[in-house]
């Protein structure tokens, strides 16, 4: 599979995607997913990008095929689990997962710095954990490690 990293963010690309995951990274492009987005998010999305890397913005069907007979290195970016779930769902195999910025809502506890999460994507995490998926809690590199598998598997 052409996907470098994945990350669960509901900011979707900002700051900490740019300054700090990029640098040093060897992708190619961003699959964005989200099942709808008009032309001005698009647009925003793709200001916030350096030029030199690639842009698809792409509902979770279509983000899966399109991963899937790609040739790119693929920074995958979601803004919440039930995305992450239909990419899956839809064939992509994923080995590691980065969960950065979920912030709160009704329903949400806090889990770890800056990520809110409810009882059902607790569990869809820990489902996760349980396939094998290696689950990396942090917003920035430069931060320690959250091991969700210590938070959320007891």
């Known amino acids: 599979m052409p996907v470098v990293f994945t990350r669960v963010d509901d900011r979707l690309i900002h700051g900490q995607i740019v300054q700090g995951w990029l640098p040093g990274m060897n992708v190619d492009e961003f699959v964005v997913v989200l099942e709808e987005a008009d032309a001005m998010v698009k647009d925003l999305m793709r200001l916030a990008l350096p030029p030199e890397y690639g842009l698809k ?74 396939s094998g998926v290696k689950i990396d809690g942090r917003s920035v590199p430069k931060e320690a490690h959250a091991d969700l598998k210590d938070i959320l598997c007891r």
């Open 57 to 130: 913005i792409l509902n979770a069907a279509d983000a899966a095929e399109y991963i899937k007979n790609s040739p790119a290195r693929i920074f995958l970016l979601v803004e919440d689990f039930e995305s992450l779930d239909k990419v899956i769902k839809n064939g992509v195999k994923l080995n590691a997962v980065n969960i950065g910025g979920l912030h709160y809502r009704d329903g949400r506890e806090n889990v770890f710095k800056d990520v809110f999460m409810s009882a059902r994507e607790r569990d869809f995490v820990k489902n996760l954990i349980n």
